[in-house]
């Protein structure tokens, strides 16, 4: 199984087309896409998702971006709440006595 997060956090949900049916993806809480068929992986990272792992351990807690603006702490560089780009602050860093 294959773990996805979306290029973009405005993402909400992927839809597969086959021949056959639809299906709909949609990430968990922690923007991480759980896709089982590895042909739609393989199409969603077509589309520009990016592996998990990749991440580096993007679904563990602590991990990913804090927003140097608003301290939102977000799987993207792109801040979720208020759109600023952090580019200073690297994703393995902890940041204490932060909520
Ligand atoms: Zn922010």
Do not use: W
Not at 41 to 50: L, P, R, S, T, V
């Amino acid at each position: 199984m294959a773990r996805l997060v979306a290029p973009d956090k405005g993402v909400r949900e992927v839809k597969i087309e086959t021949e056959t049916r639809e299906r709909i993806y949609r990430p968990d809480k922690g923007g991480v896409y759980s896709v089982e068929n590895k042909k739609h992986a393989n199409h969603m990272k077509q589309e520009g998702f990016i592996e998990a792992s990749l991440l580096g351990g993007a679904s563990t807690a602590g991990s990913g971006f804090i927003c140097s603006a608003c301290g939102f702490h977000g799987f993207f560089r792109k801040c979720g709440r208020c759109q600023h780009e952090t580019t200073d602050i690297q994703m393995d860093s902890t940041i204490e006595g932060e909520q």
